[in-house]
């Protein structure tokens, strides 16, 4: 199975042990990388992906969509205050993923480019990437990240910002080639890996 290594590490592994107790006869490999792998060259059996898979042959299934917020820590928020709109970020250190970056994944720089503002992009205090070390260093003050839901969880102690702030998102998928469509290990996963989303 591959997939991204914040979506492998942040939500995927936290359901696999299920899988592992439910299913004993299947051996997992779990491949994180944010390059995608090709699967019609049998790079893996399936993939979870954060945008619909361009490959031809594959069966995909949508599985949900991954929401992003603007996040910092409660430290950052009494030394530097919270921004108001999206214009303010300028005042403000932003943590963002950097380079490189795939393509399909460019809108995780997203606090480097969006509002008007002079000087045609924002410079991050800090790159990183790595999604959950990006949360990490916000956790420890170093600044505004955007951050997935999945990796922000009630006793993380950050603070939501601008949460009316439309920003980006990403539909995730599950695809497998062809040629995999009468595994039966394959389908047990897919079928579980649909009903955890």
Known sequence: VTTTVGLGAGWLTERVQEFIELYPEVSLQLILANEELDLTMRQADCA?????????????????????????????????????SIAELKAHRIVTFGVPVPAHLSELNWLETVGDFEGGQRVPTLQIN???????????????????????SKDSGLVQLLPETEVPSFDTYFAYPDAMKNQAKLHVFRDFIIAKA
């Open 48 to 84: 979870i992906r954060l945008r619909q898979p361009q490959q031809p042959d594959l069966i995909q299934r949508r599985l949900f969509t991954v929401h992003f917020h603007l996040y910092a820590a409660p430290s950052y928020v009494n030394k530097y205050g919270k921004p108001n």
């Open 130 to 152: 790595d999604i959950l070390s990006i949360k990490r260093a916000v956790q420890g003050g170093a600044g505004i990240a955007m951050l997935p839901d999945y990796v922000v």
